[in-house]
């Protein structure tokens, strides 16, 4: 269920979903918020790529140090280079 809606500066935006803030993503360049957003704000700083359910080979390229978990440094350099391969 999604609950009220925060705005932070001009085109940052977050939703309550559940009983926290996430940081909406409507379209490709609202991920560069990413990239802003302070680890303290993050729900989670590193998650095990067990518990993920995604594809495997993914999570493998996203996990550059082979521990088994995706931190937030990891997610954003994978942000960092999508965003550099879009070309709109």
């Not at 940081?23 to 991920?31: K, Q, S, Y």
């Not at 996990?63 to 931190?71: E, L, M, P, S, W």
Request: negative net charge; contains cysteine; charged residues 30%.
């Amino acid at each position: 269920m999604r609950g009220s809606l925060m705005d932070i500066g001009p085109s940052m935006r977050f939703s309550r979903f559940g009983r926290t803030m996430q940081l909406r993503l409507d379209e490709a360049r609202d991920l560069e918020y990413v990239l802003e957003l302070d680890e303290a704000h993050w729900v989670a700083t590193s998650a095990p790529i067990s518990t993920l359910r995604c594809d495997a080979t993914f999570l493998q390229w996203v996990d550059t140090d082979g521990n088994g978990r995706i931190r937030v440094s990891e997610v954003k350099a994978a942000v960092r280079w999508l965003l550099d391969c879009l070309q709109d």
